[in-house]
């Protein structure tokens, strides 16, 4: 993993799905601070290997985030916040989520000492799952495809 990867959810985004997940497969360890999520995999634990189970949040690591996102598609149950590129596993993904939203905002991730960073790029959320759609519709700001 690398550096650059260390990038956590922001807690309002929690707030304003208002949705609470099963399984966390990127955490880190201990989980992210005020996450209504109930179990996580570390990189240490390697949650691509292992099974998904529930509503799913995926964060990827921002290194390699295609297999978790692809897991993500293929589980149908679930959230992924992903920066992406114009690429095929992007169409794929554009093609078989029930709902979309393009943070045109630059986010600002939390960082492991407890810092914000931003990115040099706009994120995307995938949903997949009728509740998971429904629940981007709380991002007002944004039009869900």
């Not at 634990?45 to 799913?56: A, H, I």
């Not at 290194?63 to 920066?83: C, D, T, W, Y």
Request: proline share 7%.
């Amino acid at each position: 993993m690398k550096e650059t990867d260390e990038r956590y959810t922001p807690k309002w985004i929690f707030d304003t799905l208002n949705v609470e997940f099963d399984l966390d497969p990127c955490s880190p360890v201990g989980g992210i601070k005020d996450a209504p999520i109930k179990y996580y995999y570390t990189a240490e634990d390697d949650g691509l290997s292992k099974e998904w189970s529930g509503n799913v949040w995926v964060n990827p690591p921002f290194s390699n985030p295609r297999p978790f996102m692809e897991k993500l598609a293929a589980h149908g149950q679930g959230i992924g916040l992903v920066r992406i590129s114009q690429s095929q596993w992007t169409k794929d993904l554009w093609n078989k989520a029930d709902g979309v939203i393009l943070n045109d905002k630059r986010l600002k991730f939390d960082r492991p000492d407890g810092s914000s960073v931003g990115i040099p790029a706009v994120t995307f959320m995938f949903a997949f799952g009728k509740a998971n759609a429904d629940a981007l519709q709380n991002f007002t700001e944004y039009k869900v495809r």
